[in-house]
């Protein structure tokens, strides 16, 4: 198993220097399934932006509702537009290999997005369409309750942290979301790592600044 995950960390160009102990204490807080329900329904029927009029369905969020890890990306691209679910396409690919490498998969945390429907073209998301959609992602959040979040991209840290640092500024440090300041670490889009893999040794130093912030 560890080789296993040494093996896909150096596949995917990052050296590794040590591991740290996983937390696998469970967190089961999730206990009104229904009211998961019940917003996974109101998003599905979602108008409260344009961008219901150009989708093919809304994509919600995939993983474990229980989840110490949720990780939250931009908007769903082409390829989650047609499955319904987040990070299916080949940047979808590197996150899984980057949750699998760190100790994790993608079964067992959940991933969601700021925008539960994709933007034309993917172009960036429009204020006012984040600012209705939030609300699906905070309600996703205190249900979750999870111990850390993970913010994918420049987008999702800006919006989450309300900030319009760059991230440069943002990475690299443990901020808090919410009022139970659930702690909160910025890691490069995989996109972006696609297009500058040398990058990638510094989303595994991020990955485990976060595991260092709930051991
Ligand atoms: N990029 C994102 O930020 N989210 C997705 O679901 C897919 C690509």
């Known amino acids: 198993m560890l080789q296993n995950r040494k093996d896909t960390l150096q596949k ?83 996150l899984n290999e980057i949750i699998f490498a760190s100790g994790l998969s993608r079964e067992s945390v959940f991933i969601a997005n700021i925008l539960k429907c994709r933007p034309p073209n993917n172009r960036d998301p429009k204020q006012e369409e984040v600012e209705s959609c939030f609300v699906y992602l905070k309600k996703q959040i205190e249900l979750i309750n999870p111990k850390i979040i993970i913010a994918v991209g420049k987008i999702a840290a800006q919006q989450l942290l309300d900030t319009d640092q760059t991230m440069a500024d943002l990475r690299g440090s443990i901020h808090s979301f919410g009022e139970n300041n659930i702690p909160l670490v910025v890691i490069y889009h995989p996109a972006y790592l696609l297009r500058s893999p040398t990058q990638k040794s510094k989303v595994w130093s991020d990955i485990l600044l976060a595991q260092d912030s709930i051991n």
């Open 12 to 94: 995917i160009g990052i050296d590794v220097y040590h591991h740290r102990k996983k937390d696998s204490e469970k967190n089961l807080n999730v206990d009104q399934p229904d009211v998961w329900e019940v917003l996974e329904k109101n998003v599905s029927s979602c108008q409260q932006c344009s961008l219901h009029e150009s989708r093919t369905q809304t994509v919600f969020g995939v993983g474990d509702i229980n989840a110490d890890w949720l990780f939250i990306g931009e908007a769903p691209g082409k390829d989650e537009d047609i499955k319904g679910e987040p990070f299916v396409g080949r940047a979808g690919r590197l």
